[in-house]
């Protein structure tokens, strides 16, 4: 390799105790009768909190039915989700975190008109709450990463990620970090507090689907090609309780960071995480980030056989993908699993009868902004600005972390894409998490271009008829300096204003910069291994819009309950029957509501405020039959939640397939049980939300006849008839639904559950934070 290494750092708090993991993982070999194990298998068993207690005494382990008790070893939290996650820990009364935290700021960023007045109005404006988290992380030994510091997920791959680690991130695109080969899972704040107080973290043991990687990407095609065109093959629900493990030559010949783009967007066909074998180029990033020793202690461990899969390993499911067929891949509008290749995607522009124009190209995220990507995308502009050409339409380039941006800076990288048009934008989530501050297109369909992950409604820019295409950054980039949606940069000109046309060549990067990376500006950084400062004051003030000291929800059962079913869920009256996609952005959108994350009272006001309601087909509307007089019948669907929460009326919602896809978001499940939501019955869940709702005392029972989720409406009655014998021990899957109709009919639905013998406590106890403190404290 040409690129200098990084000095150095001590790297004795981030390298894995690979001798003392391999002795766990050998233990749990000879319990499972020595069969050969994947990669995912290693990581998960190594990190078993108790192989005797989980194993011993011909215990089985299935995938995809067992569930595991975890050690994680870390945790990342983004100032969004941090705050509800601390709030949490700081309920449990501990004063220090079980494991090494790190807090950053970055989805509180907006991006309006470039990265340092941006980032000086976002400090301000969010000056409570960085205040908050800096004052906890100082209490409680956290590392803090500061407003400009950049993306969690690109900060974790460059400071934190380690072949073999397992570690949790309140993030949904925490599995970033697996381009180095570990298991990184995005959780709930719930999730997190249990590694931060060493509770044990639960698990159902994913199937693991081996992805086989022949051949070599060549041309235009990208790491961000190989994961478009594997959402298109998986779907959005293709993943769902999954690892995917990649493994074959194909790993071998890319980049580090491009592995980390696969890994990203494994969490868009709702995969549990995604790794990938220790390889070369691992080790080269491992010391170009300055942690050669943790490479050294990686290259000893893979020397065991622990950073790869056994010969003879079994996966669920094999899939093939021989990289030098792949083509650029166009994902999109609305979901991330509509997969055109590039060489068609002019035809289905045509074919919808789309405008054939882009309103704006955007590049970077934590998805696609290594020093790779960055250099792709400089050599195209290069190749244009000499033909004379500028970006058509706007074009935003987001840095993945201020170590990326300063080196980008100082191998002109950043000059390149400036002189054709581009606005550097500060390092952080922006217009990726809808913090874009974009006026001119309100309300009127149009298309964008990103490199970007994610693409929902609203997701960018608040507006619904915004179009967002997912591509390599290099395929955004071109097709910005065109302006049209049909245009193919590996065959089309683009005319020239002086006559005559410009073809592009194909993009050409680096993986590591050549002269090493540089840090920047490293008062952004934390403090190296912090330790805890108990007498720091961790300041809510009591009038604040901002933030809340969160109280326990209320047990369903027993005394002070008010409820007389003894240990059945109480009589809940159906709020509403959600219709179609209810990703956590419907449920709990983000944008402007980014800002009440640490205020549950505040941020409820959200709640479900884009879901159809499939009674009547309306966005945001609920009925509420027994209103008062002078109320109406029909009101937001937040509106009638408090209308119930007011009169002490617990309540369920009937849900469709993939219920809570998209992301970790745990206020998803917060702001319902904030209402007073009990259970929900769905066609499907996402695995994550499902998880969630279970931590914060909500029941999620899965129709068994999916038909029977038009036979329940608003204003029925629905109650649990034999939950009592779950909670007494019974091996039974399913749990019986006794509905009574608002017409008077009456009749039993079978449902199924997925609770564990622990999540039954969580419920029982109001919430899984209720039953940790309960430990705590005895
Ligand atoms: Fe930030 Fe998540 Fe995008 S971490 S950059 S919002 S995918």
Request: charge should be negative; hydrophobic fraction near 35%.
């Amino acid at each position: 390799a040409t690129h200098a290494p990084m000095a150095e750092k001590d790297c004795s708090s981030i390298t894995p105790p690979y001798p003392l993991l391999i002795k766990k993982l050998d233990r749990v070999r000879e319990l499972l009768g020595n069969r050969p194990l994947t990669l995912a298998e290693k990581i998960l068993y190594s990190h078993l909190h108790d192989p005797e207690a989980s194993l011993s005494g011909g215990k089985k382990l299935v995938r995809g039915e067992t569930y595991l008790q975890l050690s994680p070893e870390r945790v990342a939290m983004q100032d969004a989700s941090a705050q509800m996650a601390l709030l949490q820990f700081m309920s449990a009364g501990l004063p220090r975190c079980a494991v090494p935290t790190s807090i950053h700021c970055d989805h509180l960023i907006q991006a309006n008109v470039g990265a340092d007045a941006d980032l000086q109005r976002s400090i301000e404006n969010n000056k409570e709450v960085f205040e908050f988290l800096e004052s906890a992380a100082r209490k409680y030994g956290i590392e803090f990463w500061r407003p400009g510091s950049g993306i969690i997920h690109q900060i974790v791959l460059e400071n934190y990620a380690a072949p073999g680690l397992l570690m949790l991130g309140t993030d949904s695109h925490t599995p970033n970090a697996g381009g180095l080969g570990l298991l990184a899972i995005g959780v709930g704040g719930a999730d997190a507090v249990d590694a931060m107080t060493g509770t044990p973290w639960e698990l159902k043991a994913p199937q693991i689907v081996g992805v086989h990687l022949t051949g070599k990407l060549n041309g235009w095609a990208t790491p961000k090609d190989l994961i478009l065109h594997l959402a298109g093959k998986l779907t959005v629900k293709g993943g769902t309780g999954r690892i995917l493990e990649y493994f074959g030559p194909g790993v071998f010949n890319q980049s580090c960071t491009g592995l980390a783009t696969v890994s990203n967007m494994g969490a868009e066909v709702g995969a549990t995480t995604s790794t990938f074998p220790y390889t070369p180029n691992m080790r080269a990033y491992l010391q170009a980030t300055g942690r050669a020793p943790v490479a050294r202690a990686a290259d000893e461990a893979a020397a065991k056989g622990f950073l790869a899969a056994d010969e003879g390993a079994e996966y669920d499911e094999v899939i093939e993908i021989n990289l030098s067929d792949l083509e650029p891949t166009i994902n999109g509008p609305f979901t991330p699993d509509l997969a055109t290749p590039l060489s068609r995607f002019g035809k289905f522009v045509k074919e919808q009868g789309w405008k054939d124009e882009i309103s704006a190209g955007l590049i970077g995220s934590c998805t696609n902004s290594s020093y790779e990507d960055m250099t792709s995308v400089a050599d195209l502009a290069k190749q244009a600005k000499a033909a004379g050409l500028t970006a058509k339409v706007p074009f935003l380039c987001t840095p993945g972390s201020e170590q990326i941006r300063a080196t980008m800076e100082r191998d002109e990288v950043t000059d390149v894409l400036q002189d054709v048009g581009a606005t550097v934008l500060a390092n952080a989530c922006g217009p990726c998490i809808g913090q874009w501050k974009r006026d001119d297109k309100k309300g009127e369909e149009n298309a964008i271009l990103t490199s970007f992950n994610r693409n929902f409604k609203s997701r960018n820019d608040g507006n619904r008829l915004t179009m967002n295409f997912l591509a390599s950054p290099t395929v955004v980039t071109a097709m910005s300096f065109s302006g049209k949606l049909t245009f193919n940069p590996m065959t089309d000109p683009i005319p020239l204003p002086t006559g005559g046309e410009f073809r592009f060549s194909p993009p050409s990067g680096q993986d590591l910069p050549s002269a090493g990376f540089t840090p920047g500006e490293t008062s952004f950084y934390p403090r190296p291994t912090p330790e805890p400062q108990p007498e720091t004051e961790v300041v809510i003030k009591p009038d604040s819009q901002r933030l809340e000291y969160l109280k326990p929800f209320p047990s369903h059962f027993g005394e002070g309950s008010g409820n007389p079913r003894g240990l059945e869920i109480p009589s809940l009256k159906v709020l509403m029957r959600v219709r179609g996609k209810c990703t956590t952005d419907h449920i709990s959108a983000a944008g402007p509501w980014l800002k009440y994350k640490g205020h549950l009272t505040n941020i409820s006001e959200n709640l479900l405020i884009t879901a159809v309601n499939d009674e009547g087909g309306e966005v945001n509307i609920a009925f509420d039959h027994e209103h008062e007089p002078g109320q109406s019948e029909a009101d937001t669907i937040p509106g009638v939640a408090k209308r119930f929460k007011a009169r002490n009326q617990p309540w369920a919602l009937v849900v469709d397939e993939n219920y809570g896809e998209g992301s970790a978001r745990e206020h998803a499940a917060l702001q319902p049980r904030f209402y007073g939501c009990a259970m929900i019955i769905a066609r499907s869940f996402a695995r994550i939300h499902e998880t969630n709702l279970k931590k914060q005392g909500v029941l999620p029972l899965w129709f068994v006849d999916k038909a029977d989720y038009s036979r329940i409406g608003s204003g029925d009655i629905v109650e649990t008839v034999d939950l009592v014998d779950l909670f007494n021990g019974a091996q039974t899957e399913t749990v019986g639904v006794k509905v009574t109709r608002r017409n008077g009919e009456i009749f039993t639905i079978p449902t199924r559950h997925t609770m564990s013998a622990d999540q039954l406590k969580w419920l029982r106890a109001g919430s899984a934070l209720n039953h940790i403190r309960s430990q705590i404290k005895s």
